[in-house]
């Protein structure tokens, strides 16, 4: 396949797996880094009408976006959503539901999911935002479900093939279904007041450890690109687009957007991956080996704190 590739070589994908904590770490970002970001000094990855692969320096993928042009030139898969917006406008504003971790004013999430806090494994369930919403989740799950039809069809399988396996492989007991292609379900991020969506930086940190999620701007929109810290880069996305990425392993955030922008995005958490291993009777071969890496690259992270209090003392 033609695409384009963008090659970071200031981080790995191993280096990144190795510090990830399931718990919100953008205060660990330094302020040049961010200084560099707000003075426009970051790399920026313009939009492109073949696919862009965002390669590690060793050589992991960490992100592909597929352009409008290729997933719908109609742009029927988005044209769909906003007019589920501007249906259920009236009733979405009596739901708003904000999220202070990403700085978003309402967001809805419909998935299938367990609950953090427990400590026996149940079976996933519908979130309260699906079961409370009812027919406007229905109705959002109907005008998406071409979203999905494309985002698995671009999936690329080609870079990410044990992810996509990974994510597919496994059909859900009783007849259930997950709710976006291969993923157990999204969270729907709409403007609301004339304000765009905007999130501040953030990782998703509950999602699948191994695995990737795709987000999708819609609306009339101009800026809202996605900031992806650790790699001090800029994706620019346009309405329609599509952008694979591990959101989990990255802090991410938006630059200032003007218009009605909306975004939503498909995911899967690491906890119904869980469950999954536990009814089909499989482990996951590589949680192990990955726990001793993080546990061991704390250490070090330790030591280097120690060295470095003992050297300004």
Same mark, same amino acid.
């Not at 590739?5 to 510090?19: A, F, W």
């Not at 742009?75 to 999220?99: A, P, S």
């Given at each position: 396949?033609?695409?384009?590739?963008?090659?970071?070589?200031?981080?790995?994908?191993?280096?990144?797996?190795?510090?990830?904590?399931?718990?919100?770490?953008?205060?660990?970002?330094?302020?040049?880094?961010?200084?560099?970001?707000?003075?426009?000094?970051?790399?920026?990855?313009?939009?492109?009408?073949?696919?862009?692969?965002?390669?590690?320096?060793?050589?992991?993928?960490? !992100?592909?976006? #597929?352009? $409008?042009?290729?997933?719908?030139?109609?742009? /029927?898969?988005? %044209?769909?959503?906003?007019?589920? *917006?501007?249906?259920?406008?009236?009733?979405?504003?009596?739901?708003?539901?904000?999220?202070?971790?990403?700085?978003?004013?309402?967001?809805?999430?419909?998935?299938?999911?367990?609950?953090?806090?427990?400590?026996?494994?149940?079976?996933?369930?519908?979130?309260?935002?699906?079961?409370?919403?009812?027919?406007?989740?229905?109705?959002?799950?109907?005008?998406?479900?071409?979203?999905?039809?494309?985002?698995?069809?671009?999936?690329?399988?080609?870079?990410?093939?044990?992810?996509?396996?990974?994510?597919?492989?496994?059909?859900?007991?009783?007849?259930?279904?997950?709710?976006?292609?291969?993923?157990?379900?999204? !969270?729907?991020? #709409?403007? $609301?007041?004339?304000?765009?969506?905007?999130? /501040?930086?953030? %990782?998703?940190?509950?999602?699948? *450890?191994?695995?990737?999620?795709?987000?999708?701007?819609?609306?009339?929109?101009?800026?809202?690109?996605?900031?992806?810290?650790?790699?001090?880069?800029?994706?620019?996305?346009?309405?329609?687009?599509?952008?694979?990425?591990?959101?989990?392993?990255?802090?991410?955030?938006?630059?200032?957007?003007?218009?009605?922008?909306?975004?939503?995005?498909?995911?899967?958490?690491?906890?119904?991956?869980?469950?999954?291993?536990?009814?089909?009777?499989?482990?996951?071969?590589?949680?192990?080996?990955?726990?001793?890496?993080?546990?061991?690259?704390?250490?070090?992270?330790?030591?280097?704190?120690?060295?470095?209090?003992?050297?300004?003392?």
């Amino acid at each position: 396949m033609h695409e384009h590739c963008e090659n970071i070589d200031t981080v790995t994908l191993c280096t990144l797996r190795q510090g990830f904590k399931a718990r919100q770490n953008f205060h660990k970002i330094p302020e040049w880094v961010r200084k560099r970001c707000f003075s426009g000094k970051f790399r920026r990855i313009e939009s492109r009408d073949i696919p862009t692969v965002i390669r590690l320096a060793d050589k992991g993928v960490v !992100a592909y976006r #597929v352009p $409008v042009k290729l997933v719908d030139d109609q742009l /029927t898969h988005v %044209r769909n959503l906003e007019t589920w *917006v501007e249906k259920y406008q009236g009733k979405l504003r009596e739901k708003i539901k904000i999220d202070p971790k990403r700085g978003v004013s309402c967001v809805r999430k419909y998935q299938r999911w367990i609950k953090y806090r427990k400590r026996r494994m149940f079976v996933p369930k519908l979130s309260g935002d699906y079961r409370a919403d009812g027919e406007v989740a229905h109705e959002f799950m109907k005008h998406s479900e071409l979203l999905w039809s494309r985002a698995t069809e671009w999936f690329p399988k080609h870079h990410l093939q044990r992810v996509f396996r990974d994510l597919t492989q496994h059909p859900l007991k009783n007849g259930e279904e997950r709710l976006c292609g291969p993923w157990m379900g999204c !969270a729907v991020n #709409v403007a $609301v007041d004339g304000k765009p969506v905007e999130t /501040t930086p953030h %990782r998703d940190v509950m999602g699948f *450890v191994h695995g990737i999620s795709c987000l999708c701007p819609f609306g009339e929109f101009t800026g809202g690109g996605l900031i992806l810290w650790e790699l001090r880069t800029i994706v620019e996305l346009k309405r329609g687009d599509l952008l694979y990425f591990m959101d989990h392993l990255i802090n991410h955030s938006n630059e200032k957007a003007y218009g009605a922008r909306h975004s939503v995005v498909a995911f899967t958490e690491n906890k119904v991956w869980e469950w999954l291993q536990k009814i089909y009777g499989f482990v996951d071969a590589r949680v192990k080996p990955l726990k001793a890496v993080q546990k061991r690259y704390r250490e070090e992270e330790v030591e280097r704190s120690k060295a470095k209090r003992s050297r300004l003392t």
